[in-house]
């Protein structure tokens, strides 16, 4: 038998696996639980693609051979072929816990848990990873991904630099190093790094793609078009690419051929697939069944699509429209218009026909420009709470405006939105006017900075605490003449609330504020105020100086 598993062995490392399967059948028609016949054959099992027979294979190894470490890493590298990913690391572990020295274990295991976005284990890992073996290529750069993904930008360059010290054509590094400088929005360069990239390798879709993404930052639309057209040449699969290109045809106003490609973003990792049997709505009528609206991306975007639902169902008025949200929002999203039944993630799911991702609903419902469903407000504060705002906020004198100037951290071009709060010091010193804070979070901690520059009304720390997200928001925002922001969830609210609010863009703004005009097909009360070049936020507050001025005066005549 060993001489028959040491010529098996020797067609096996050949890539002659056919022959070598032969023989390890062979060996155990002798010996049914030979470990390394069935090792070795779970093996090849797992490279033509047969994971069960994989698994079941090198399990029965290892019950002969219980603490053989490659066994158990194997097994969870087949384990991992069939997405039982908790049970692989399970397995990459134990391999480790046998063989502690084990790099590839650790390596495995480390990228296992970076695909399930468990970060920060993960990166504990790769350190061990590189205890072990310093110049690890490849634990260097996914160590560098995981730092990037919790946006510590100069830490994971350092790491992608290392890799090019030791491989200095490794593409997929230069690549990486450019989605860092586009997070922290040194655009020319990322488009460097990424023309390195393609210098080395041509064909490399995702520098393509990352090109797109940055030539349409900087408004270079027809760079843009072209870039993501080549990652798309390369690999007609490149979802990314698709999405990129959606969002620029949408910037651009073709909703029709935009809101197509704009399904693409399921095959990104901006969004997690909906694992859900239903099958998906397509548009036609519903009769008398039931449609699950399910809610996506972040609370702008639920803002600003939830209206769909009134107009499904004024087009199925005998249908039952249910959404399901985040219990957070649930409160504000409770007294939608069209809405039937209001369900919480946390609650169990309800019986329905058919689903429908939110915003999903504008290709179905064949949405232009001119058919932007626009019936103010679609969004309704909690009354009892308007009164107790009034009460507070109406004590205040002069013209109320309210003002929100960040949205978090930020990557790329997230970050280019947020508004240094001294930029609202000259509208804070117009006369007759009171300006009410309605940030939340992260940049609340300004405010005490900015003291000795700017006067603004802190609302407290319960705000927006106690009745769940934006319900206070929505009620101070009745009880306000005007809100001035940036573009975070905070306009969306405004807008379907049907208040009045003057939004500040940067000067490639995000694709549903379109370019060139300073209204909003989305939200009739609102005003855009955009910036003439990259980071002139100057030009912008003085427009809007200008503006206000003109309002306070003209509600005094």
Request: glycine residues 6%; negative net charge.
């Amino acid at each position: 038998i060993s001489e028959a598993l040491a010529t098996a062995f020797e067609h096996h490392q050949a890539g002659e696996l056919p022959q070598a399967e032969a023989i390890y059948r062979q060996v155990l028609a002798v010996d049914p639980n030979n470990p390394d016949a069935l090792h070795l054959l779970g093996l090849i099992a797992l490279k033509q693609g047969h994971n069960e027979l994989a698994v079941d294979c090198i399990r029965r190894a290892i019950v002969s051979k219980p603490t053989e470490a490659p066994f158990h890493g194997n097994l969870a590298s087949a384990l991992k072929a069939l997405g039982k990913f908790d049970e692989a690391i399970a397995c990459y572990r134990r391999a480790i816990e046998l063989q502690p020295d084990y790099v590839s274990a650790h390596y495995n295991l480390a990228t296992t848990l970076l695909e399930q976005r468990r970060r920060l284990e993960a990166i504990v890992v790769f350190h061990r990873v590189l205890e072990l073996k310093p110049n690890h290529v490849e634990a260097l750069n996914n160590l560098g991904n995981a730092l990037n993904e919790l946006s510590k930008f100069d830490e994971a360059a350092n790491f992608y630099r290392r890799v090019l010290s030791l491989q200095p054509n490794h593409a997929r590094a230069w690549c990486n190093l450019g989605t860092v400088y586009n997070d922290q929005a040194n655009l020319d360069e990322a488009i460097a790094c990424f023309q390195r990239v393609l210098e080395i390798e041509p064909t490399f879709a995702a520098a393509h793609c990352n090109l797109g993404n940055v030539y349409q930052q900087l408004g270079r639309f027809d760079d843009a078009f072209a870039s993501y057209g080549a990652a798309l040449l390369h690999d007609p699969n490149c979802a990314d690419a698709s999405f990129g290109r959606s969002t620029l045809r949408l910037l651009l106003g073709d909703l029709t051929t935009g809101w197509a490609e704009y399904e693409s973003r399921w095959g990104t990792r901006q969004l997690a697939k909906h694992n859900i049997e239903e099958p998906l709505w397509d548009g036609r009528p519903l009769g008398t069944k039931t449609i699950l609206l399910q809610v996506e991306q972040g609370f702008g975007d639920i803002l600003q699509f939830i209206r769909y639902a009134e107009l499904v169902k004024k087009r199925n008025s005998e249908a039952t429209i249910i959404v399901k949200c985040q219990p957070s929002i649930a409160n504000l999203l409770a007294r939608s218009t069209g809405i039937d039944r209001l369900v919480a993630d946390s609650d169990d799911w309800p019986v329905f026909d058919v689903y429908a991702p939110l915003a999903s609903l504008p290709r179905l419902l064949q949405t232009t420009r001119n058919t932007i469903p626009t019936n103010l407000p679609y969004v309704f504060a909690d009354p009892p709470l308007v009164m107790n705002w009034r009460e507070r906020v109406g004590n205040l004198n002069g013209f109320r405006i309210g003002i929100n100037w960040y949205s978090g951290a930020g990557q790329g071009e997230f970050r280019k939105r947020n508004i240094p709060l001294h930029f609202f010091s000259a509208l804070t010193q117009i006369p007759a006017t009171t300006f009410i804070s309605l940030q939340k979070g992260p940049g609340s901690e300004q405010l005490a900075d900015a003291n000795d520059r700017l006067s603004v009304v802190d609302l407290g720390p319960d705000f927006d605490t106690t009745h769940g997200r934006f319900m206070d928001t929505a009620a101070v925002m009745l009880s306000l003449d005007l809100i001035i922001t940036s573009d975070t969830s905070i306009p969306h609210l405004a807008g379907a609330l049907g208040v009045p609010v003057w939004l500040a863009l940067p000067n490639i703004p995000d694709w549903r504020w379109l370019l060139n005009r300073s209204d909003s097909p989305w939200y009739p009360t609102m005003r855009l105020f955009r910036q003439k070049t990259a980071g002139d936020w100057t030009s912008v507050f003085s427009e809007i100086e200008i503006a206000l001025r003109d309002m306070i005066n003209g509600s005094r005549r």
